[in-house]
């Protein structure tokens, strides 16, 4: 009796599973060593990717001036922002730095985009 309890306590601590269905993808300046991780759903598109890297960064202008390529074999090939990025774990980041910054500007800039993502979440 107490055994089946703790075990079923046990089975209650254990249902929470962390979010399923997110994965890390690293991203890599293509011309020096700057390189960092987010995290995104399974089913991101590049531009979600593209997102996620501009919060990091704390640069808006990420997103238009920004460009994620896939390498595969010896060449970079571009990735349109609407294609999902399916099993591809690392990307590799053209034209911009990978700096991350904390001023005034990134903070109102991960404030916008997170007000966006809220917006776009309710429609």
């Known amino acids: 009796p107490s055994g089946t309890r703790e075990g079923g306590e046990a089975k209650a601590g254990g249902a929470k599973p962390k979010p399923a269905g997110r994965v890390k993808v690293t991203a890599r300046n293509v011309t020096n060593s700057e390189e960092l991780q987010v995290i995104v759903p399974e089913t991101a598109t590049f531009q979600v990717v593209k997102e996620a890297i501009s919060k990091k960064v704390g640069r808006g202008d990420f997103l238009t001036k ?11 090939l571009p990735r349109k922002d609407d294609c999902q990025i399916g099993g591809l774990r690392e990307v590799f980041v053209l034209g911009f730095s990978l700096q991350t910054h904390d001023d005034e500007e990134a903070k109102a800039w991960r404030h916008e985009l997170a007000q966006r993502q809220k917006a776009s979440a309710v429609r």
């Open 66 to 76: 920004g460009r994620l390529v896939a390498q595969e074999d010896d060449a970079f």
